[in-house]
């Protein structure tokens, strides 16, 4: 079985998402080769591993991250949403995620900014994983196409991914523009010609969010280069590994 599983935020349909504890059951399972995360930046300058822009869903502080000092932001409890024997997990640096990760999962890290929400976000990312001598573990993806022109304007070589979910559009020209080699696209959107076309040029794709069997099945009928992005990566081994 060629497509492989991802798992979304790490193991974030059993534990906080974007946690270490999230990180490291999805590091316990062998057929998880890749994570997705999503990274900002607090106050000071921090890369901290976390979705939203505010604070409120999923810790017990409030306000944006990004007026944040990363002092505060470690501070705060981010598992006790998701239930009490996860009380104390914090929103981690992208360091610590990168530590952990290394040698043992690749990384889409998901840049969540807007226009110039972030600056230095790019710099900040393409330091550390170069740091950790993680280049080729890693891609770094976003919505926001400017963030992936910076990207390859600090470090031309680094592996690059647009996410995608317009229902109209040409994704394939929008990759070959940005000097995208990868794509992350709502499962919904995909369909067998655009994953042959995208295949057939070297692009790696990556559908997200798939929680059901049913819905893996039919991605992997689909083409078997298309990775599975899900918050239940046991439920991909349930259904493609063998019993």
Not at 143 to 162: H, Y
Not at 174 to 186: G, T, V, W
Request: glycine share 8%; net charge neutral.
């Amino acid at each position: 079985m060629k497509n492989m599983c991802v798992a979304h935020r790490g193991f974030s349909g059993k534990a906080p998402e974007n946690t270490l504890a999230a990180v490291r059951m999805a590091i316990a399972l062998p057929f998880v080769r890749w994570m997705e995360i999503d990274v900002q930046l607090t106050r000071d300058g921090v890369p901290v591993v976390i979705h939203d822009f505010s604070l409120d869903r999923t810790t017990n502080g409030h306000g944006k991250v990004k007026n944040m000092d990363y002092e505060h932001v470690r501070r705060l409890d981010a598992g006790s949403w998701k239930g009490r024997a996860f009380r104390g997990e914090r929103v981690p640096a992208l360091e610590e995620v990168l530590a952990l990760a290394s040698g043992t999962l690749r990384l889409n890290i998901e840049l969540k900014t807007s226009g110039d929400m972030y600056p230095g976000l790019e710099q900040a990312v393409i330091d550390l994983v170069n740091s950790k001598g993680m280049r080729d573990e890693v891609v770094l993806t976003s919505f926001d196409a400017g963030a992936l022109q910076r990207v390859k304007e600090l470090d031309p070589g680094f592996r690059t991914g647009l996410i995608y979910d317009s229902r109209a559009g040409d994704p394939a020209g929008r990759l070959k523009e940005l000097d995208c080699s990868f794509l992350s696209i709502s499962y919904e959107r995909l369909n067998p010609g655009l994953a042959k076309q995208l295949a057939e040029r070297g692009i790696r794709m990556m559908a997200w969010t798939v929680d059901k069997a049913k819905e893996m099945r039919r991605l992997a009928a689909m083409h078997s280069e298309i990775m599975i992005c899900t918050n239940r990566p046991d439920i991909w081994g349930d259904t493609f590994l063998e019993v």
